[in-house]
């Protein structure tokens, strides 16, 4: 991406102009801007040579819009108009059939980030081969094995640096209720964004996370059906995770649906800005290094149906937290002032 050290230092400071409902969508410009994980990303050899042969590609002309709105808010402070940047995603998603993001209504933030940086992946995907060998002799090479086989199939069709950086591997596991130790089945997947439930009796992101991972018992008509014995059992269900990415982003959901109505949770959930340790949630190979900083926050006000979203940035060259309002840009004096009732998406980044 061509960012210098000292335009990390003295740049960054740059808004972006609300086109019309794009609130929502210059916040997440603004936390990925920042991400400067995935500029890096872009600047590898292997990288570039894959998109010089993929010029035509839809995802590609996405990411080269970007690619230069980025380099514009990084080569100076002031305001910036996203212009070719939105009409690009209106086009691109009117060919993709993503109608949400073909015109000028408010979306949500986690929605719009989940489209952009699968557009990224795509612009740079391609097949490889993953090798396994050797025999398990733990209970956690078992695991490894199968999330490996889980990457393999995965890998085999579609690969990028994308998912090194942004993806984790959850497991679904099913244990025997009256024997603990016998483990059903255990299926990986992987996840992009965390959506983590609000735990209202004490809410804490740390709290959220333990709401998150609660095993359940699978009773009555939700009874796990043995394929073994033809039978339905009663069963402990959980999840796990096998690792988490270097940029771990989570969504709060304060979004719940009673009936036809749709109500929001203002709950002010507390998180840190420093010290995440989540190592005790991890399962797999060197558990004990998944220790996160946060460098940025979208926050959503308003109701269920609309609002306005801003970003809360950290500039870790400069040290700064600075506050995004569309086009207004402003430097936050107090750290702690970032937690809000309106966080909504939270990005950590891996410590060093």
Not at 45 to 73: C, G, H, R, Y
Not at 241 to 269: A, S, Y
Not at 290 to 301: D, E, K, R
Request: net charge neutral.
């Amino acid at each position: 991406m061509n960012i210098s050290k000292e335009q990390y230092t003295a740049n960054g400071f740059t808004g972006l102009v609300n086109l019309g409902n794009t609130c929502f969508l210059n916040s997440c410009l603004q936390a990925l801007s920042h991400t400067y994980e995935l500029h890096a990303v872009f600047d590898k050899p292997a990288v570039q040579t894959k998109m010089a042969a993929n010029t035509d590609s839809l995802d590609v002309l996405i990411f080269n819009e970007w690619k230069s709105l980025v380099q514009l808010m990084w080569s100076g402070n002031g305001a910036v108009k996203p212009l070719r940047f939105v009409s690009s995603v209106h086009e691109i998603a009117q060919k993709k059939g993503v109608e949400v993001f073909t015109g000028y209504a408010q979306n949500d933030v986690s929605e719009f980030l989940r489209f952009v940086v699968n557009c990224f992946h795509n612009s740079i995907s391609r097949s490889v081969k993953v090798n396994i060998s050797g025999k398990p002799q733990s209970t956690v090479d078992t695991l490894a094995v199968n999330c490996y086989e889980m990457l393999s199939s995965m890998y085999s069709k579609e690969y990028s640096e994308i998912m090194d950086l942004f993806y984790g591997i959850s497991v679904t596991e099913i244990r025997g209720l009256g024997n603990a130790s016998l483990i059903h089945s255990q299926k990986p997947e992987q996840f992009f964004i965390l959506d983590l439930p609000i735990d209202r009796a004490a809410p804490t992101l740390t709290n959220c996370f333990n709401l998150f991972v609660a095993p359940e018992q699978l009773t009555g008509d939700n009874m796990w059906f043995n394929e073994k014995t033809g039978q339905k059992e009663v069963v402990q269900k959980r999840t796990l995770f096998w690792n988490l990415p270097t940029v771990l982003i989570i969504t709060l959901k304060r979004f719940e649906t009673h009936g036809r109505h749709i109500h929001r949770i203002n709950d002010l959930v507390d998180f840190p800005l420093s010290g995440l340790n989540l190592s005790s949630y991890v399962e797999g190979y060197r558990a004990d290094k998944y220790n996160y900083n946060l460098y940025a926050v979208c926050n959503h006000i308003g109701g269920p149906m609309g609002g306005h979203y801003t970003a809360f940035v950290k500039n870790d060259a400069a040290n700064k937290w600075i506050h995004y309002d569309d086009n207004g840009v402003s430097i936050i004096d107090n750290p702690a002032s970032i937690v809000t009732p309106m966080a909504y998406c939270l990005f950590y980044r891996l410590a060093v």
